[in-house]
């Protein structure tokens, strides 16, 4: 017997983003909820026939969900927020309901909060448990499915959130209390759940404790130790699913878990597979992520197998094989992709082709015949030495990079003082953040001209109306500093992925960001470099049309980085540095072409994080290095602005100062300025913008609400160094909401210059 191959999910969206057209149908009112339910089960069996053709052997069940897999176990364990109940409508359209705050049934109510599943650019839905929570099995739908996956002919092996995570992601409604509190009330729910998947004829269930990344308290440690113990004996073997980082210092824990087998993550962080092994002894299954699930590069199927042989030969069917982790993270079908080119797209593997990757290694394995596999991964082996992706004066000018590329020519204070003659600025300056409503017709010339029907004269004459009506504007409503509003910008990573060297596009790679949003990330296959100026002539044609100070807008080295599928033969900090090069000859171009204040967007910063704490500081080193590399190119005249949208600001402030921005814009109007403190505790020393109105409504903030949010700033930032914008781009916003919102804004601020 040999090694199995299984699965820990799919990336549920379609090969074509069927789901989230479905579902949108279904939102508009277009399509019944009958007919939703067949395209998603005409999805799933897809899904299903996909993985068991590529020689999946056990498929996920459960991994399939109309929004949010976190937001599916709520509804299993029937964790339902009061506001979103309704006893007149069914469990789908509540489910919506704690999704996106309304449904076609209704509800004047707010959504629940999203927010990253630990690493990813994946987000998931926040269950609200209070302390009197009561739990009940109430969702159907997992049990459905795997009946229907079982009608299909598949071996299944659904798939759980496991209690202790779905605990920790959750937050508590109303006062904080100790969410471990409710793991006895938790676990029966999930009792019920396995004997009534036991009862179906399933063998196996995968536990996901994906909280295991990351380092924990004895608290949460024993109550995984509990929790595994309440879930055994309950008919089906278990399976725990731990992925996005090592767990070594847990092997103990997990050797002593009431489970049947473990998965372990081979790709993120190199674990050692003895140790691993030891730790579950022989009679329990080891599965190993050895297939990157978060990232499109073929395998080196050869160098995995030399990894796993003697585990293999050593166990046999106790050893499975996986993707690291779910593929939720990848796009489907490369076999869709038209426009890449042969070699290129030789180099990759979406979800289909890496459960076809398993089967390969699988066979490699039993006929101890490493044939296939070495042809297969040979074209892997061509690109680490291709001179398409390795360009040697990129590298060398990477490798000469030091402590004197992230510096400026002087300290912020020194700078201020130049910058204050050079710019000639108000007390509490106004600015926006970089884009301007994106109308149709801005989106309809940008799609004409990408389709080759409109003339690249003709498109820079509409963009150029555009950046005049936005100038005008902006004059008119007399704030201080201009932006030319980002009209040519589809969106803000990819905009100058299509500019710079060694970065590709993908015609269906999309990905799911949350709900219906999904992603088509920009593919870093090669040294970054950048041919020609990229933003430099639209920011000088905009200045040309204004006496004020009009803003560069760039977007940063870490944000293109982390929204991006990066190359996965160097190290993140080089392509970071990579990129970091190529913008900052962006920057001196634009200083040199006339421009003072430019803008590094950084909304991805904190994205990187380590999900160990521990590794939080050598992150947080090469981040900032990267931005300031990209940014100290100019002389102290030259204002550099970057921004970040809503962030946790603690963990970072350290770094946001490291970063040296002259001014630096941020998400605050929803916290109240809260959001202040962690700069106010720290002392951060240079400017500092934080968002005066929530940009994500139309609802026009009013002229004393504006002014009580500055005077709050105000108090823990000294005025001198405050400036007034908005909390981010209001590209999704209209233009009669944007002028009547920024004219209150304006209004605002010139109150308080009298009063302040
Ligand atoms: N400059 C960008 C804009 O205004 C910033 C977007 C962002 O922060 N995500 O749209
Ligand atoms: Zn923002």
Redesign the pocket.
């Known amino acids: 017997m040999m090694a199995l191959i299984h699965n820990l999910g799919f990336p549920r969206i379609g090969k074509r983003r069927e789901l989230k057209f479905a579902i949108e149908a279904y939102w508009a009112g277009d399509i019944t909820q009958e007919e939703l339910r067949q395209r998603g089960a005409q999805i799933r069996q897809e899904n299903w026939a996909m993985q068991s053709e590529a020689g999946i052997e056990l498929v996920p069940v459960g991994d399939f969900a109309w929004y949010d897999q976190v937001l599916s176990t709520s509804m299993l364990v029937g964790a339902i927020p009061a506001r979103h109940q309704s006893d007149s409508s069914n469990a789908l359209d509540t489910l919506f309901r704690i999704g996106r705050g309304r449904a076609p049934t209704g509800c004047a109510c707010a959504a629940s909060e999203m927010t990253k599943w630990f690493n990813t650019n994946y987000h998931y839905i926040v269950p609200e448990l209070s302390a009197e929570q009561q739990f009940a099995l109430s969702f159907n739908e997992l049990f459905e499915q795997v009946e229907e996956a079982q009608n299909l002919g598949h071996k299944v092996k659904p798939v759980l959130v496991g209690p202790v995570t779905y605990l920790y992601l959750a937050k508590c409604a109303g006062e904080e209390f100790d969410k471990l509190s409710l793991l006895e009330h938790l676990l029966p729910v999930y009792q019920q759940v396995l004997a009534k998947l036991a009862a179906q004829g399933v063998e196996w269930v995968q536990i996901d404790e994906p909280i295991l990344a990351l380092e924990l308290d004895t608290h949460y440690r024993s109550a995984l130790t509990q929790s595994f113990a309440a879930l055994a004996d309950q008919g089906v073997k278990l399976l725990l699913a731990t992925y996005f980082d090592e767990v070594s210092s847990y092997l103990k824990d997990i050797s002593e878990y009431a489970l049947d087998g473990a998965h372990f993550d081979l790709v993120a962080t190199p674990q050692n597979i003895e140790a691993l092994n030891a730790a579950l002894g022989q009679e329990r299954v080891l599965s190993l992520g050895v297939i990157n699930g978060r990232n499109i590069w073929r395998a080196d199927l050869s160098a995995i197998y030399e990894q796993v042989q003697e585990i293999a030969a050593q166990r046999g069917d106790s050893l499975w094989l996986a993707p690291s982790c779910s593929l939720l993270h990848t796009p489907v079908d490369l076999e869709q992709e038209q426009l890449l080119d042969g070699e290129l797209k030789s180099w990759l593997a979406f979800a289909k082709q890496k459960g076809e990757e398993l089967n390969l290694l699988k066979v490699a394995l039993e006929r101890s015949n490493t044939q296939d596999i070495d042809a297969y991964s040979a074209p892997v082996k061509n690109r680490r030495t291709s001179s398409r992706v390795n360009n040697a004066q990129v590298q060398q000018r990477v490798a000469k990079l030091s402590s004197d590329h992230g510096q400026r020519h002087s300290e912020f204070a020194l700078r201020a003082e130049t910058q204050k003659v050079a710019l000639q600025l108000p007390l509490l300056p106004t600015t926006t ?3 301007f409503p994106q109308t149709s017709d801005i989106r309809k010339a940008r799609r004409d001209f990408k389709a080759g029907e409109l003339s690249a004269e003709a498109y820079e004459q509409q963009m150029q109306e555009q950046i005049q009506y936005a100038v005008r504007e902006q004059e008119a409503l007399d704030i201080d500093v201009l932006v030319h509003g ?1 009209a040519e910008r589809n969106d ?1 990573v990819e905009y100058f992925g299509e500019l710079l060297d060694g970065f590709a596009f993908s015609q269906f790679g999309w990905v799911q960001s949350y709900g219906t949003r999904c992603v088509k990330p920009p593919l870093i296959w090669g040294d970054v470099s950048r041919a020609a100026p990229m933003t430099l002539q639209w920011t000088q044609y905009a200045q040309s049309l204004t006496d004020k100070h009009m803003k560069g ?1 760039l977007t940063g080295p870490v944000t293109i980085l982390f929204w991006s599928f990066v190359r996965d033969d160097l190290d993140k900090p080089t392509i970071a540095n990579q990129i970091a090069l190529a913008l900052r000859d962006e920057v001196v171009d634009l200083q040199d072409g006339g421009i003072k204040v430019i ?1 590094i ?1 950084e ?1 991805a910063f904190r994205e990187g994080m380590p999900l160990k704490a521990s590794q939080w500081q050598s992150y947080l080193d090469w981040a900032a290095y990267a931005f300031r590399v990209s940014a100290s190119g100019v002389d102290d005249s030259t204002q550099i602005h970057t ?1 970040m ?1 809503y962030s946790e600001f603690n963990d970072i402030i350290g770094a946001i100062a490291a970063m040296d921005a002259d001014v630096i814009t941020i998400e605050t109007s929803r916290s109240n300025m809260e959001l202040l403190d962690a700069f106010e505790h720290f002392d951060y020393p240079n400017d500092i913008g934080p968002g005066v109105y929530d940009i994500h409504t139309p609802n026009v903030p009013e002229v004393t609400w504006i002014k009580d949010l500055i005077h709050k700033a105000a108090a823990k930032v000294p005025v001198e160094r405050l400036w007034v914008n908005p909390d ?4 999704t916003r209209a233009w009669p909401e944007t002028r009547e919102a920024l004219q209150n804004m304006v209004i605002a601020t010139k109150e308080l210059r009298q009063e302040l």
């Open positions: 953040i970089g884009s980002e803000m807008m803008q967007d909304p921004h949208c981010c781009g209001l590209k």
